[in-house]
């Protein structure tokens, strides 16, 4: 036995020189003969739960870590297994820390399905934990709702930040003998409402409690335990050395992108189980089942899909880029928004793929992986089947956050009389965004004057290519449409970026046959669409297999270069894609000279759609958008649709300085400042109000006089 735990020790050491990820050992636990589980930190007290509901508390206080005291949780039971630890929001008079929400999650037990609210207090020297609580999971109705559906064995994670628990599981279990290859699975993060004490000894969340499901791809075997920070779930999986498929492992996924934000894996580094893991600070302390407690580096972050492209989620995470030079304060900001989350607004998407799916298994030519999509399509279907272009419940989440999030970082802007005033197309979805924001603005900003309109008359500033706009020709639906010249050079470079024969051979068992039947470039548009919008529909979903990283990128620069021909600066759509942008300028320049002559203080908002605000920057050059090229290769590199997520907008933010009256403007585009054709004041991209005008103004003229000149297509 001394011979092992030098070795572990060794080992441990030894993870300080591995490059990544660094890794030892922190705190060395006195155990018990009962499996470790949970672990939760509150200051310098860190608490060991063990199967069954022992609980081992431990000072670290002075770089030590002394064992203070244990104690039985009051729902202790053989089939509690105390599978994770996480400390709530609310704190009890009696309580030396707020209560503590512990997972059962133990398949098979008659208990598997709740979670244990216990409030741990000391009394005469002696702790103890008092349950006053019982949360209990009932998924009854879940498929009836079309809601996605766990197995099982449910970690429940409190998030004190966002003041949010969640539910965390997977279709079905999280071993190689239920999950024998990772596209059978799915991890699903289930929101809800924190319960409050007050509410009872006895709750139970049902189908209609759930706020918010989320679905994250799965990529390592053996879900463990884990803990919240920072809008990501950080979770351990893995049994050590025990079996090769199922080593020791580490993901995060950040919640609001949907995505996984970083990928540790300790393989060997960590030869024991892996059972909680808890961000303190800096690093992550990951218990084991074992007497060692690991430190691990909090990894950086990144975006794992980015090649969703304009499908990407907004977060409003990052705070605003507003500084600027001494002696200046915000009073305005004239926007132009792009509205939030939406179904796929193109009606033949859809269709499309099921048609050819359902083609493919008629025939019998679907492979494994094809029957897999056709049946989570087939599972999505009722809640996609009929909302084109429809705003879904994320979106509007989106717009009431980002509500919140203005008035809380421009406080001289929303002080008591601020004015909003707000316009959207006679879309749906722009609309609805609009709503969102406005009945959000009025409830975090009281004394605010709120006023909103939509209405189809906007299109000419809001959405100039609506095929309704007065001020549309037809030659520019042309440009447009998949008769202009630039579809045939798109399909061209979609063939060049990705071997459409070893993509449909993913899918079908014959791609020739499929291509006698289908046409193969638009199959592949509707598939990798698809794969970009499910993440975020209500009903979430991902079919992220249906690409393999090298194609779903190259169908990214595909689909970036098509929006680039139709709104950027390339000279396949004859200047009038961006040009169509200087309606959109001309309204913003204009009624900013209103606003500053009128004393304005607020809010100007305009609801409209992403090619919109593409064109907008390409017209006045924010930082590389205005670029010109007509090579498909460099495209990427001056332009991307991933910087245009869901719920995106662009800030005119308008500063005076009341000593001397100036008036200068800053460009924000998602809270980051843009560069600007333009002398800057200062070191924060800060622009003279007057020279701005200037300039749009001479943009504007010049846009018009080639508007009203169209060329000839011949």
Not at 684 to 709: G, P
């Amino acid at each position: 036995m001394k011979f092992i735990t030098v070795i572990i020790l060794l080992l441990a050491s030894l993870c300080a020189f591995c490059a990544e990820p660094v890794c030892e050992v922190a705190y060395n636990k006195d155990i018990s003969r009962r499996s470790q589980q949970g672990m939760a930190v509150w200051g310098d007290m860190v608490l060991a739960f063990e199967h069954g509901g022992h609980c081992v508390v431990y000072d670290r206080s002075d770089g030590a870590f002394r064992k203070v005291g244990e104690f039985d949780v009051e729902s202790s039971s053989p089939d509690n297994h105390c599978n994770q630890a996480n400390f709530g929001v609310e704190k009890l008079p009696s309580g030396h820390m707020p209560v503590i929400y512990l997972s059962v999650s133990k398949p098979g037990s008659p208990l598997d399905m709740r979670c244990h609210v216990e409030n741990i207090y000391r009394k005469g020297g002696k702790w103890n934990s008092h349950l006053v609580q019982t949360i209990e999971l009932d998924t009854i109705g879940w498929r009836a709702r079309n809601l996605n559906t766990i197995f099982g064995a449910p970690s429940w994670l409190i998030d004190r930040e966002r003041g949010n628990l969640w539910v965390f599981s997977a279709h079905r279990r999280t071993i190689p003998k239920y999950t024998p290859e990772f596209a059978d699975n799915k991890l699903v993060a289930i929101r809800f409402r924190i319960p409050l004490l007050s509410e009872g000894k006895y709750v139970k969340l049902c189908a209609d409690d759930i706020l918010e499901q989320v679905v994250f791809d799965m990529d390592a075997y053996a879900t463990q335990s884990g803990s919240i920070h920072d809008g990501k779930i950080f979770y351990s999986f893995g049994f050590g050395d025990k079996y090769p498929a199922t080593t020791s492992k580490v993901r995060i996924y950040d919640i609001d992108r949907r995505v996984i934000a970083a990928r540790v894996d300790l393989d060997s580094l960590i030869p024991q189980e892996l059972e909680a893991l808890v961000v303190d600070g800096k690093r992550m302390l990951i218990n084991t089942n074992s007497p060692y407690v690991y430190s691990v580096p909090v990894p950086a972050m990144s975006n794992d899909a980015l090649w969703r492209g304009s499908y990407a989620v907004e977060p409003f995470s990052a705070i605003e880029e507003r500084d600027a030079p001494q002696g200046y304060v915000p009073f305005m900001i004239s926007s132009y928004c792009r509205h939030g989350i939406r179904h796929i607004d193109t009606p033949a998407v859809l269709p499309l793929v099921r048609n050819a799916l359902e083609w493919g298994d008629s025939t019998q030519q679907l492979t494994g992986l094809g029957k897999i999509i056709l049946h989570r399509l087939q599972a999505i279907w009722p809640t996609v089947s009929l909302r084109t272009g429809d705003l879904t419940a994320g979106g509007v989440c989106q717009w009431e956050t980002y509500a919140r999030k203005i008035s809380r970082e421009y406080p001289e802007i929303m002080a008591p009389g601020a004015r909003v005033n707000s316009q959207s197309t006679n879309v749906m979805r722009t609309a609805r965004s609009m709503e969102a924001f406005n009945r959000s603005i009025s409830a975090v900003a009281p004394g605010s004057i709120v006023h909103s309109d939509a209405s189809s008359s906007f299109h000419t500033w809001l959405n100039p290519y609506a095929n309704d706009c007065p001020t549309k020709l037809p030659v520019d639906e042309d440009i447009r449409s998949n008769s202009g010249r630039w579809y045939t050079l798109w399909r061209n470079f979609v063939s060049e970026k990705i071997d459409l024969d070893e993509w449909l051979g993913g899918i079908f068992q014959i791609p020739d046959s499929v291509k006698l039947h289908l046409d193969a470039v638009e199959l592949c548009e509707a598939m990798f669409t698809l794969a970009c919008a499910a993440p975020a529909l209500d009903r979430p979903e991902s079919f992220s297999e249906l690409f393999k990283p090298d194609q779903a990128w190259g169908m990214w620069e595909a689909d970036n270069l098509r929006m680039y021909m139709q709104k950027g600066r390339h000279s396949v759509n004859f200047g009038r894609g961006w040009q169509q942008a200087a309606r959109i300028l001309d309204n913003i320049v204009a009624q900013a000279d209103a606003d500053i002559a009128s004393g304005y203080r607020g809010l100007r908002m305009r609801f409209g759609h992403d090619g919109c605000l593409m064109a907008l920057l390409a017209l006045i050059e924010a930082d590389s958008w205005g670029v010109s090229t007509d090579t498909p290769n460099e495209v990427k590199h001056i332009w991307q649709t991933w910087r245009i997520p869901m719920a995106s907008k662009v800030n005119f933010v308008f500063y005076r300085n009341h000593k001397s009256k100036d008036v200068i403007i800053k460009v924000l585009l998602n809270g980051k400042a843009m560069k600007l054709p333009l002398d800057s004041k200062g070191n924060d991209y800060c622009y003279d109000w007057q020279q701005f005008r200037r300039t749009a103004l001479d943009k504007i003229r010049v846009c018009m006089e080639a508007l009203s000149s169209p060329p000839d297509l011949k």
